[in-house]
């Protein structure tokens, strides 16, 4: 399935993070989402060919990375209180413009104070 | 307005009873839905994907679909203590999963 590291991590206004998800076998899209506490997920972004392939309503400071093996990284920048969430990765099989129903790791749960 | 709005709940259905949840969703060119169930401190997990107008029955779930109302639903039957959880529904413009926009979530408790 799909993993995600860590399970919990705790920084300061203004610092740097970076997760990290590694998608389920087979799959070739990387897509991320926020969850703030009792929302529903918000799409971050979605990586494909280690291309970014769509974004959500995010500032230029959440940005990825996508790996040959089609693993990802997502990185926020200047952290901000309201950045603290349950951050999900979700993997799938895209060819031929359609995707499969996305499947998502455990999640990050990271608070920032 | 929200894109994809849900009744937040809590809804409380006996064990064994038909549990109902809607949906409903304000971008007309929106082509897939899903049904995702949220256990608490956990990850979103897939029960059921619709593309057509009509129903679509998997087990215990039958999702239904009207495109003309906008509107989404998700019926569960014989109603498990397990089934408590956040329901989460989703749609996407395209068939596929690049961009789904999630509801908040209908919390579903199920009574022994």
């Known amino acids: 399935g799909v993993t995600q590291s860590p399970t919990h991590l705790i920084k300061t206004r203004g610092q740097q993070v970076t997760l990290r998800c590694s998608s389920q076998s087979g799959h070739n899209t990387v897509s991320w989402y926020q969850q703030a506490l009792g929302q529903g997920p918000q799409f971050i972004f979605q990586?494909?060919?280690?291309?970014?392939?769509g974004r959500g309503n995010f500032p230029p400071r959440f940005s990825g990375l996508q790996f040959p093996n089609d693993s990802s990284e997502l990185n926020v920048n200047a952290l901000e209180l309201d950045d603290s969430a349950l951050y999900l990765c979700?993997?799938?099989?895209?060819?031929?413009?359609?995707?499969?129903?996305?499947?998502f790791g455990n999640g990050t749960r990271l608070t920032v104070t | 307005q929200k894109e994809v709005e849900q009744n937040s709940g809590p809804l409380s259905v006996p064990e064994g009873a038909i549990a109902s949840l809607n949906c409903t969703y304000s971008?007309?060119?929106?082509?897939?839905f899903f049904w995702y169930r949220q256990y608490s401190g956990k990850s979103p997990e897939l029960i059921m994907s619709?593309?057509?107008?009509g129903d679509k029955e998997d087990g215990r779930f039958t999702a239904q679909l009207n495109k003309a109302s906008q509107y989404v639903s998700l019926l569960i039957r014989d109603s498990q203590p397990s089934d408590s959880a956040t329901y989460l529904c989703a749609a996407n413009p395209n068939f596929g999963n690049e961009k789904l926009t999630f509801g908040t979530g209908t919390r579903l408790t199920i009574i022994p």
């Open positions: 990586y494909y060919r280690k291309e970014e392939n």
């Open positions: 979700a993997s799938s099989f895209l060819s031929g413009g359609y995707n499969s129903p996305l499947h």
């Open positions: 971008d007309r060119v929106s082509q897939s």
């Open positions: 619709i593309y057509s107008n």
